[in-house]
């Protein structure tokens, strides 16, 4: 009972189950009907709108392409206008108004940039080639007014204008500078220092208010091609009016022959002269010419360079050549001092040579200041070497009769006084060029040149027929030396010992002249003298009254012939010359006295005995001594 009745409600529930599975299938198919009937209403609809949304795509790219083409049109036109008033600006030419000028130009540069980039219109080709002739004639036009603007303003540069830009010590009107001195009577420490504080102002070669249009033109040739023609432009315009200036200034193209012809003083003059034209040039010519080059032109560096060493080669060739010409010339004594000159101005205008002609473009005219400055070194030395011979060999016959101070002595001491006086310069010639300790070599120079003077006066000194004359020369001489080594800066080199050697044989020099002079006639004040054998306390037993006679009188005509010559002699230093009279006073004045008092009553008959044979007083024979090395004539002798 239990079964049946569970599997009729299974049953039941199976065809519940199998009812709605129909339903749910017959909704199934409903809905896919549905569904595909939407889809198809759907493709449909679509098909429908594609035809409008074609329509509608093409319109708007049609706006766009419009819009663009506007655009274009606008812009075409806005050059076109740009071109239409640059071109009025271009055939009005610059003169009206420059930087209006220089202003259409860039316009119609930045026009003819447009079209060229812009070739989607037929006309472009046309109007290109318009802007293009256009801008070619305006260049050409700016080129003309660069040329004039540069030409009207640049005028050579007065001497005075020059001058004016010196420091206060360095002008004519407080230094002499163009009287031609040489430039070889100053002591170079000194000149040295006070160039130190001196202050250059290189002169307004343009004025300042030109200078910006000059760069703005110059710019303008550069962007459109033309650079080779603005530095041409401005190379033969500057060379020229730089070479007007150093002209007007003094300085000309000299050679070796011109120089050998030029006679000394003609020739130091223009020495002289060259050293404050190198000063000039360098400190202000070529820095002002740098300068405005560098103002001028403020871009591509290397183009630069080389403008600047074209406006300057030929220029400081010329400066350059007179000092080539003096280096390569015969060397002369009297040439040492205007070289050491010459190669001080060199030296001290080293560092802006280098600095302004520090490019490759002016390596060559670095190398020429720098090759002239080790010549004159050279010649300096060798020159040197040159006088050491000369003054040993010197063979004037320059007669010094009266045994003074022979001119070769006071030349060669001068000379060396000169050359302390370039210590400085000569300690830089030394270093740069020999490596070698600068106070030493002064030291052996100076000393090969005095020995070399010795030398010298020792082969003169064997002119004398007198042996007293020649040691008297001798004397004179090398006191002359000593005297003038002590009071000047040569001391310090040569030491003390070389002094005190030298102030030995002065005296040995006055020795010898004592004993040559005066041992004969102090013979007559002795006893021995008169072959007795010898002085006693009796000094008078050995004598005759005639002997004693005979002594006076040859003692009056010795004293006498002595007094004669020996006042003729000189001893210029006074000291000296005191020195040696007191000498000799000191030996015969004590032995005539003496004399007098021994043998003097022999003698003494009476007045006339008395003047005959004692002739002269002490006291008159001390003043006549003070007559000595006076270097009087025989005219003022008798007077």
Request: net charge neutral; charged share 25%.
């Amino acid at each position: 009972m239990g079964a049946q009745k569970a599997m009729k409600v299974l049953s039941e529930r199976a065809a519940l189950v199998r009812e709605s599975l129909q339903k749910s299938q017959v909704v199934t198919e409903s809905m896919v009907s549905i569904l595909g009937s939407f889809d198809h209403r759907l493709s449909a609809l679509e098909t429908a709108m594609r035809p409008t949304q074609i329509r509608t795509h093409s319109i708007r790219r049609a706006h766009e392409n419009i819009d663009k083409t506007l655009k274009y049109a606008e812009s075409m036109l806005a050059h076109f206008d740009l071109t239409r008033k640059a071109e009025a600006k271009i055939l009005r030419g610059p003169h009206e108004d420059l930087e209006m000028y220089l202003e259409a130009i860039s316009q119609l540069r930045s026009a003819n940039r447009y079209f060229t980039g812009n070739k989607i219109f037929r006309s472009n080709e046309a109007i290109l080639t318009h802007t293009s002739n256009l801008l070619a004639k305006a260049i050409s036009k700016l080129e003309d007014e660069f040329r004039q603007l540069l030409t009207n303003y640049s005028k050579p540069v007065e001497p005075d204008r020059l001058f004016d830009c010196l420091p206060n010590s360095l002008r004519p009107s407080s230094a002499s500078s163009q009287q031609g001195d040489g430039g070889s009577k100053h002591n170079s420490d000194n000149h040295n220092k006070s160039l130190e504080a001196s202050i250059f102002i290189p002169p307004t070669l343009i004025p300042p208010r030109v200078l910006p249009l000059l760069h703005d033109l110059a710019q303008q040739m550069i962007l459109a091609g033309h650079q080779q023609q603005v530095y041409r432009i401005y190379r033969e315009t500057r060379a020229a009016v730089l070479e007007q200036s150093l002209r007007k200034l003094g300085v000309e193209r000299l050679s070796k022959d011109d120089v050998q012809k030029m006679q000394w003083e003609a020739l130091e003059a223009k020495i002289g002269n060259w050293i404050h034209y190198v000063r000039i040039a360098v400190k202000l010519l070529f820095t002002g010419e740098r300068k405005i080059c560098d103002q001028i032109f403020d871009s591509a560096d290397a183009l630069v360079d080389q403008c600047f060493a074209d406006v300057t080669s030929n220029n400081v060739s010329m400066l350059l050549s007179f000092g080539d010409a003096i280096a390569k010339s015969k060397r002369s004594p009297e040439k040492l001092f205007v070289l050491l000159d010459m190669f001080e101005i060199m030296r001290e205008l080293q560092s802006e040579i280098e600095t302004l002609f520090g490019s490759k473009a002016c390596i060559e005219m670095r190398d020429s200041a720098l090759s002239l400055t080790q010549r004159l070194a050279e010649t300096a030395q060798e020159t040197f070497v040159d006088f050491e011979e000369a003054v040993e060999k010197d063979a004037t016959k320059t007669a010094v009769l009266d045994g003074t101070v022979h001119p070769l002595t006071s030349y060669v001491i001068n000379y060396v006084k000169f050359l302390f006086d370039y210590k400085s310069t000569l300690k830089q010639l030394f270093q740069d060029f020999e490596a070698v300790d600068p106070d030493a070599q002064l030291a052996v120079i100076t000393t090969r040149i005095t020995q070399a003077l010795q030398t010298n006066l020792d082969g003169k000194s064997k002119q004398y027929k007198d042996p007293a004359l020649t040691q008297l020369f001798l004397m004179n001489n090398i006191h002359y030396i000593v005297r003038s080594v002590r009071r000047s800066e040569a001391k310090d080199l040569l030491g003390d010992d070389w002094v005190q050697i030298h102030r030995r044989i002065v005296q040995q020099h006055a020795n010898q002249y004592k004993r040559i002079s005066w041992a004969k006639i102090l013979q007559c004040l002795t006893v021995q003298a008169s072959g007795s054998g010898g002085a006693s306390a009796d000094a008078t037993c050995g004598l005759s009254k005639a002997m004693v006679k005979d002594r006076f009188k040859t003692f009056n005509i010795q004293f006498e012939e002595l007094h004669q010559r020996q006042s003729q002699w000189t001893v210029p230093d006074s000291e000296l010359r005191e020195s040696l009279r007191l000498a000799v006073a000191e030996v015969l004045l004590p032995a005539y006295r003496s004399f007098i008092k021994r043998f003097g009553p022999m003698v003494d008959n009476g007045k006339t005995g008395l003047q005959r044979s004692i002739k002269y007083t002490p006291e008159d024979l001390e003043r006549m001594l003070n007559e000595f090395f006076e270097g009087k004539t025989f005219g003022e002798q008798k007077r």
